[in-house]
T-cell receptor, first 109, second 116 residues
Framework: DAKTTQPNSMESNEEEPVHLPCNHS???????IHWYRQLPSQGPEYVIH???SNVNNRMASLAIAEDRKSSTLILHRATLRDAAVYYC??????????FGKGTRLSVIA | GAGVSQTPSNKVTEKGKYVELRCDPI?????LYWYRQSLGQGPEFLIY????????DSGLPNDRFFAVRPEGSVSTLKIQRTERGDSAVYLC??????????????FGNGTRLTVT
């Protein structure tokens, strides 16, 4: 049970921003939101994580709703190398990360 | 620096045979995780080590699966009497002590196991 809901797939044009949504309506107060992505034929790689406040790093931004029941991963300028499966995971840190099926992002040149 | 290394990258075996899959974590990472991934699915947790001991093995599907990490570094996932349903990509990840949220998981590229 991944405990998050994501669209199966999304499409973006190259060099445009991408907003990947994630619903986690049953999130608890101690759960962090983690995002990983998996490029073809590779293992998943860490993207970003947050608890309550919005977070930015060199890869992406994470916007967390005020009620924490949803979040959005933002890629500011999609490139062809961003085509991957993106996983949104909620986790309190006491148990291993549970991956769902994620969102398959396609980037069109 | 060197990432998580998994060997072999591909393994083909016959039904009923025994296989060993190896994982070399990032140096200094005390936590090590095994996942497996079937086509079209997300990674599925198998077992987690903190140091030499298995802290959580609740994901191992049955007693044909076993994993060790005798010196707290390299780990081996062992599968006895393989079945066709064991065919999957087996992923290893490591992290600094405590793991998420304080330390993210670093994954290898996996071993693709095919049981014929």
């Amino acid at each position: 049970d991944a405990k998050t809901t994501q669209p199966n797939s999304m499409e973006s044009n190259e060099e445009e921003p991408v907003h990947l949504p994630c619903n986690h309506s049953t999130i608890s107060g101690t759960d962090y939101i983690h995002w990983y992505r998996q490029l073809p034929s590779q293992g998943p790689e860490y993207v970003i994580h947050g608890l309550t406040s919005n977070v930015n790093n060199r890869m992406a931004s994470l916007a967390i709703a005020e009620d924490r029941k949803s979040s959005t991963l933002i890629l500011h300028r999609a490139t062809l190398r961003d085509a991957a499966v993106y996983y949104c995971i909620r986790n309190s840190g006491n148990t291993p990360l549970v991956f769902g099926k994620g969102t398959r992002l396609s980037v069109i040149a | 620096g060197a990432g998580v290394s998994q060997t072999p990258s591909n393994k083909v075996t016959e039904k009923g045979k025994y296989v060993e899959l190896r994982c070399d974590p990032i140096s200094g990472h005390t936590a090590l995780y095994w996942y497996r991934q079937s086509l079209g699915q997300g990674p599925e947790f198998l077992i987690y080590f903190q140091g030499t001991g298995a802290a959580d093995d609740s994901g191992l599907p049955n007693d044909r699966f076993f994993a060790v990490r005798p010196e707290g570094s390299v780990s081996t996932l062992k599968i006895q009497r393989t079945e066709r349903g064991d065919s999957a990509v087996y992923l290893c990840a490591s992290s600094l002590i405590g793991g998420p949220p304080n330390s993210p998981l670093h994954f290898g590229n996996g071993t693709r196991l095919t049981v014929t």
